[in-house]
Structures are given as structure tokens and as C-alpha cells.
């Protein structure tokens, strides 16, 4: 369990390519990713993007959707036609999140400015760690679903609904929880191991005890059956079968 | 202005409306052209009839005139007497007992032209209208002398009658009913004059209500149709200036997201963990500002579909995360109420409320029951409260009801117009009253089917 790490990139040296025509954001953000490890590469717009990806392997590409020319939705839609490359969206539309991710363009994340640059390393990591695991596939809309016991979860909308499609509220610890077990179920993960999938975020936070979280999200989830299991000194287990895909 | 209970004002608020004070326009001008025309129309019958009684006296008198002259002088009187009956008595004499003059002159002058008129034998001889000795003064009492070929006299005293009247209750039934249907028409009249203005302030309280324009037809009466147009230009001017300055706000606060996002990156660059986390928590504050903002701005349009959510898990979560933070806060009632809804515009509601009960209040209570469709959350706190006159202002945006505690408790008082807002656009309401021990309690109730049932 000890090798398991949240936060380090599976692949070691990931190859990140940012695209965002503000200069400013595409240096701190490249100059953030490479004291976080990873190999960046940027481009200001799609011609540079496209230069970019037939010189190198990428593994990840961070791209704005407020683009001068081709849009990052139209880009997204453009690269999805022969490529699985995660994408993770920026965008200043916050609000206009939802309606952007019906358009189904092929993103695997989405993330509104101003965004916390931590959250960008999480949101990062937690795609890299789905992909790379080559559990998923690229199709549009297949790989973003997640099942257990009728129950699902939209990590693109991030979005949880219960058996009888009521939508269950989530905290965000709440949901980097689910998503800590629901990448590895039936599989024994440690306290610490936990603690660090939650505060990747906020790492100057409070540390609140991952028993009070996992206590929070028992209460949402666990309506009719158990499903997050204590093992006593060692950690937590959840139970039920994980698929992925669409309904 | 108000004139309590003065007779103006108690007259003023009976003829209010327009069509009452067209009413009583067309009510005062019926009467009057009645009053008028009745008058003429009584004038003229009088006459009428006082033409008639004077042929009819003429005719009378002219027959006793004949009879008694063919009689010899001797059989005269009781020929006379015989005539005599009704408002007439004659005698025969050899003077004439009238006297022209007296008090009555022009009155007895004008009958005598009268009779002459009707009948020109009566004047041949001699006629002399005059008082009655018997009453001078009384003009109905009138003693007519004729003076007949042989210079004898035929007096006959009359009782001059007045025509009788035409007074009928005929008359007055017509002008009420005449006067009735008058009403009745210009009420339908003035209903349909005023119909269009009735439509002008529904339509200013749409456009007040929503802000969206509401056309008005632009057709009736002249100056109704210009009416409408510039009200129809007045409210596109003002949705274009609302919309403008919207814009602009919404452009300025978009933009703004940019160079927060910078800062952010460029503060993880901060050794100092204390200056970091400070100028982060600025930042954090700036950036609900904005969100805040944009969240006013943007109103009803939301790109979020109404869905099943689970109001308690929403409510657990915002609970959660303020106590993560510090705030006190509990929750109880109900372990799942489901309502049809839009998940994070409830959870920025609840939030916005949630977080003020803390800021204001110390602590929020939060309790949730079911009653019949509705779910109601009630939010308590140990606060100072809102004073019933301020809790209506309290929830217009930009309203803060403590400008002294802004500093430090950061908003600008869009929490409460945002929530109200949300509540609002899922049919629910939220009230403000005072808590059981004191401080401030905000009741909000959502129907479960989001209002699509009501």
C-alpha cells in the first residue's frame, strides 16, 4: 500500500501540454506543474497546440476554452477524433459549466477560473491516474461514469446519484473520498493513504479526521446497505462492484 | 397629503376611479339637459293650454254675447242667469261694471288682447277687462264687460282658470330609466376607454417584476396609442440601460477572474506560510465576491436543470464545510427530503443563509420537517435579529443592515436578495421573523415538485 500515492503522478515525468492565450497564466501555471513534476510543454493557440502534439508524446493536455480562433471546445472536439488524450478544461464560465459539459466535446475534467492551483494539480492527477490505469476508454461520455450498487457518479459533473435518481450532494472531501475508493474498491486503504487523497487541496487546512469524513459520506451513501467497511488497524474497504461506462 | 376623513377627500375617494368620475360627468349632464328640457317642454305645454282655455272663454263668451243680445231687454237677465255656470256668471245692465286698470292692468290687458285674438266679434262693440270689485286684488277674479249693439252691458265675472297641470309621474319614470340606461352605456364605455390603461399598469408591474418588456398594444384613442408607444420605448430604454450596466458589471467581474487566478499562482510562490495563507483567504474572498456577483446578475438564467436532489444532503454539506471552517452549526429533522430542484443554485441559497446566521448570528441551527408537499428549513441563530421594519429592505440586493461589521464580515449584501432569488424561482418562500430565544429565524418553504404542480 505504501507505493500508492495520490499526488504523485502515476507515470513518473508526465508530459502536460497547457494551452491558454493569456502568456502570464501559461507561464505561472507551467512553471507550478514543473515544481510539481511534471514535464510542460505550452502553446497560445490550436496551431501551436497542434505543432505541439506531432513533436511530443503528451499525456495530459490543460486547455482554455476562451481561445482567439478555433475555441478549446472546438479543439476538444477536433482532437477527440483521433486521439485519447485526457483534456482538462479551463474555463472563466463557471456558471456555464453544465451547459458546456451537455456539448459532450470529449473533456475529461473541467475546472473554472480563478481556480486554485492545487485543485488544477489534483484535478490533474486524478485524470492521469484513471487513464493511465488503461481501465477506461476515450469514447465520449464512456469513461466518465462510474456505477456501485445502482448507485452513480458523474465525475464529470461530478455529480452522485442515488438508485432512484435523486442527486446526493457531495462536500468536495466527500467526493476525493468516493473517488479514493471507487479507483481502487475491494481493496484496503488506509487512514493516511486517505487523508492525503482529501487535503491534497488545502494542504495548509486543518487536518479534520478522516473518520468525520468518512462518517459524512456513510451518511449519504449508505441509506440501505453497507458499503465502507472498518478495518479495525488497518483502514477502510469498500465493498460493492465498480463499473464503468454509460447506464 | 391626507385629508383624513375631510369631505374632500371622503369625495374624492368616492369618485376615484375613472369610470366613476365618468359617471357622475354623464349623471350631472343628463340631469342638467333634463332639467333644461323639461322645463322648455313644461313652458310650452302651459302655453299650450292656456291658448286653449282662452279660445274656449272666447267661444263662451261670444255665445252668451249672441244669446243675450237676440233676447229683448226685459228677458235679458234671466237669459243671462240661465248662460251662467261653472267659472262664468253673467248679468245683464245698462252699465258696465268692469273698470280698466288697477293692479292687474297688464294682465287683464294681455287676456283681452288674447280673446280678441280667438275671436274678433268679441271686440266689435266694446270690451273692457277689469278686477273684480268684489276682490281686486286676486288676479284669477276677473269681471269681463261687453257692451252689446243698443249700448247695454253684459258682465261676466270669471274665475280665470289656471291649466291644469301637466305634472305626471309618466314623465319622471322616463328620465330615471333614460338616466339608468345613460349609466349603464357610458359604464360599458368608459370599461372599454379605460381597458387599455388597465392593461398599461399590468404591464409596468410585469416589467417592474421581471424587467423583461411588456409590449403594449398600441391601438384605441389617439392619445392612448401615443400613450403606448412611448410607454413601449420608455421600458425598451430602460431593459437596454439595465441591460448595458449588467454587462457591464458582469464584463468587470468576469475579467477579473483572470488576474485572481494569476495571483494565485503567483502566491503559491510565497515561503511565508502565514503571508501565503492570508493573501489566499483574500483571494478566496475576492473571488466569492465575484462569484456572488455574477450569481445576482445572472438572476433565473441558469444553465442547471430541475432534477430530484436531496435537500438534507445539500444542507449536511454546507453544514460541513462551515463547521470545517469553525462555524457552529447543527442540523436536524428529517434524514432525506427529496424536492425537484437545481442542485447548486439550492446549495449557494442555503449557503448564503447558513453562512450569514454564523457571521451575524454566532451559530446556525438548521431544522428540517416535511408538511404535507412542502419541506421547510428553518435556520436559527443567536444573533441580534432583523427589526421587522428593516426585514423587507433586508432582502434587496446591496443592502447591508450593519455597514460597520462589513469589514470584517466581509459580503455586500447580495447573501440574502441571491437566496431569496433561488427560493423564489423554485416556487418556495422565505420569510424573516424572530427566533424563539431571541435572534434571527429564516423560514424557507419548497414545494417537493419545485412548482410544477401547483
Redesign the interface.
Known amino acids: 500500500m505504501a507505493d500508492v500515492s495520490p499526488n504523485a503522478p502515476v507515470a513518473p515525468m508526465a508530459t502536460i501540454l497547457v494551452v491558454d492565450d493569456d502568456g502570464e497564466i501559461l507561464g505561472l501555471v507551467a512553471r507550478f506543474l514543473r515544481a510539481n513534476a511534471f514535464e510542460v510543454l505550452t502553446a497560445r493557440n490550436g496551431t501551436e497546440m497542434a505543432a505541439c502534439l506531432k513533436g511530443a508524446a503528451v499525456d495530459l493536455i490543460v486547455l482554455d476554452l476562451m481561445l482567439p480562433g478555433a475555441s478549446g471546445l472546438d479543439l476538444c472536439r477536433e482532437l477527440r477524433r483521433n486521439s485519447a488524450t485526457p483534456v482538462v478544461m479551463l474555463t472563466a464560465k463557471g456558471d456555464e459549466i453544465d451547459r458546456i459539459i451537455g456539448l459532450e466535446v470529449g473533456a475529461d475534467d473541467y475546472l473554472a477560473k480563478p481556480f486554485n492551483p492545487r485543485e488544477l494539480l489534483a484535478r490533474i492527477s486524478a485524470v492521469l491516474r484513471r487513464t493511465q490505469a488503461g481501465r477506461v476508454h476515450p469514447a465520449t461520455g464512456a469513461r466518465r461514469m462510474l456505477h456501485f450498487s445502482g448507485w452513480q457518479l458523474d465525475t464529470l459533473k461530478r455529480e452522485l446519484t442515488d438508485p432512484r435518481g435523486v442527486v446526493v450532494d457531495l462536500s468536495t472531501g466527500e467526493y476525493d473520498l468516493l473517488m479514493a475508493f471507487l479507483d481502487a474498491p475491494q481493496r484496503v486503504l488506509s487512514r493516511e493513504f486517505l487523508l492525503d487523497a482529501t487535503r491534497i487541496r488545502a494542504p495548509d487546512a486543518f487536518d479534520r479526521s478522516i473518520d468525520v469524513q468518512i462518517s459524512r459520506l456513510r451518511r449519504k451513501i449508505e441509506v440501505e446497505q453497507e458499503m465502507i467497511k472498518t478495518i479495525r488497524g488497518a483502514g477502510y474497504i469498500f465493498t460493492p462492484d465498480v463499473t464503468r461506462g454509460q447506464a | 397629503m391626507t385629508e383624513v376623513g375631510g369631505p374632500i377627500a371622503r369625495w374624492r375617494a368616492l369618485v376615484d376611479g375613472l369610470a366613476a368620475r365618468t359617471i357622475l360627468i354623464v349623471l350631472v349632464g343628463i340631469g342638467a339637459i333634463h332639467l333644461v328640457s323639461l322645463w322648455t317642454y313644461r313652458h310650452a305645454l302651459s302655453q299650450q293650454a292656456e291658448l286653449a282655455s282662452d279660445v274656449r272663454l272666447a267661444d263662451q263668451l261670444l255665445g252668451i254675447k249672441r244669446a243675450v243680445m237676440r233676447e229683448p231687454q226685459s228677458a235679458r237677465e234671466s237669459v243671462a242667469h240661465d248662460l251662467s255656470g261653472g267659472p262664468l256668471e253673467a248679468h245683464w245692465s245698462r252699465t258696465e261694471h268692469a273698470t280698466p286698470g288697477g293692479p292687474g292692468a297688464g294682465h287683464w290687458d294681455g287676456l283681452a288682447q288674447r280673446l280678441k285674438q280667438a275671436a274678433p266679434e268679441l271686440g266689435d262693440d266694446g270690451l273692457i277687462i277689469g278686477a273684480n270689485r268684489r276682490a281686486p286684488d286676486d288676479p284669477h277674479l276677473a269681471l269681463v264687460s261687453m257692451r252689446l249693439p243698443d249700448d247695454t252691458w253684459l258682465n261676466v265675472s270669471i274665475v280665470t282658470v289656471t291649466p291644469r297641470s301637466v305634472e305626471g309621474h309618466g314623465t319622471l319614470l322616463s328620465t330615471t330609466l333614460m338616466a339608468i340606461g345613460a349609466v349603464l352605456v357610458s359604464m360599458l364605455m368608459v370599461r372599454w376607454l379605460t381597458r387599455p390603461l388597465s392593461t398599461f399598469a399590468e404591464a409596468a408591474k410585469t416589467f417592474s417584476g421581471s424587467g423583461a418588456p411588456v409590449a403594449v398594444p398600441e391601438d384605441g384613442p389617439r392619445e392612448l396609442r401615443d400613450l403606448a408607444s412611448a410607454f413601449n420605448e420608455m421600458q425598451r430604454r430602460i431593459a437596454r440601460l439595465v441591460e448595458d450596466r449588467t454587462q457591464a458589471l458582469a464584463a468587470v467581474s468576469?475579467d477579473l477572474?483572470?488576474p485572481?487566478?494569476?495571483l494565485?499562482?503567483?502566491a503559491?510562490d510565497i515561503t511565508d506560510?502565514a503571508l501565503?495563507?492570508a493573501i489566499?483567504a483574500d483571494?478566496s474572498e475576492m473571488?466569492r465576491m465575484l462569484?456572488q456577483t455574477?450569481?445576482y446578475l445572472?438572476g433565473e438564467r441558469?444553465?442547471?436543470?430541475m432534477?430530484?436532489?436531496?435537500l438534507v444532503?445539500?444542507l449536511?454539506?454546507v453544514c460541513?464545510?462551515i463547521s470545517?471552517d469553525g462555524g457552529a452549526t447543527t442540523l436536524t429533522g428529517a434524514g432525506?427530503a427529496?424536492i425537484s430542484g437545481r442542485?447548486?443554485s439550492l446549495?449557494r441559497a442555503f449557503g448564503n443563509l447558513i453562512e450569514n446566521a454564523v457571521k451575524y448570528g454566532y451559530r446556525a441551527d438548521v431544522s428540517v420537517t416535511e408538511v404535507g408537499g412542502t419541506v421547510v428549513v428553518a435556520v436559527a441563530d443567536a444573533g441580534p435579529g432583523i427589526r421587522p421594519e428593516d426585514r423587507e429592505r433586508a432582502l434587496a440586493p446591496f443592502v447591508r443592515l450593519e455597514p460597520s461589521r462589513n469589514q470584517d464580515t466581509g459580503g455586500f449584501g447580495l447573501g440574502l436578495t441571491i437566496a431569496y432569488a433561488i427560493v423564489a424561482s423554485h416556487a418556495g418562500t422565505l420569510t424573516l421573523a424572530d427566533g424563539v430565544d431571541g435572534g434571527l429565524l429564516v423560514t424557507v418553504c419548497l414545494p417537493r415538485d419545485g412548482g410544477a404542480g401547483a
Do not use: W, Y
Not at chain 2, 302 to 305: C, P
Not at chain 2, 307 to 310: E, H, R
Open positions: 468576469h477572474k483572470t485572481i487566478t494569476r494565485r499562482f503567483r503559491e506560510a501565503r495563507s489566499t483571494l473571488e462569484d455574477l450569481a445572472r441558469t444553465d442547471e436543470r432534477q430530484p436532489v436531496d444532503a445539500i449536511a454539506t460541513a464545510d470545517d432525506s427529496v442542485r447548486l446549495k
